[in-house]
């Protein structure tokens, strides 16, 4: 490798820090980002004591919107139909009743919708549309 005229016989390729959260694998090119942001922002910054709820990102992925529903199952996060994989999606913190031990769980959804939620698994969809 030549590096501004001075030949470094060390270096044989860069180094590829970019890889997909939903499958792991390295990404050629640009990646695709997705940032979770609430509308809403809190009243207070998190305690240096605790940790947040919420993970705004960005997630890196592939170009094809199944490997972010890959990685939302993964997670336990639930997508909502009616909207797309989008750069910015937003949190919608949903009520458990079959956990106990869980008190909410989270759906995302671009927000672009008027009309209600339909939140569903992932998994499920992402293997309808392929």
């Known amino acids: 490798m030549e590096l501004y ?14 890889r997909c959260a939903g499958c792991g694998e390295v990404i050629e090119g640009w990646p695709w980002r997705v940032s979770i942001l609430d509308i809403v922002a809190p009243e207070a910054p998190v305690s240096w004591t605790e940790s947040a709820n919420l993970n705004p990102g960005p997630f890196e992925f592939h170009g094809d919107p199944k ?19 989008r750069e910015i999606m937003r949190p919608v913190w949903l009520p458990v ?14 927000g672009i919708h008027r009309d209600d939620h339909e939140f569903v698994d992932p998994a499920a969809l992402a293997a309808d549309r392929s």
């Open 5 to 18: 005229g001075v030949r470094i016989p060390t270096i044989v390729t860069d180094n590829i820090a970019a």
């Open 67 to 85: 490997h972010v529903l890959a990685w939302m199952a993964r997670r336990g996060m639930l997508f909502c139909r009616r909207s797309q994989v």
């Open 97 to 110: 009743d079959a956990h106990p031990q869980e008190s909410r769980r989270l759906g995302l959804c671009d």
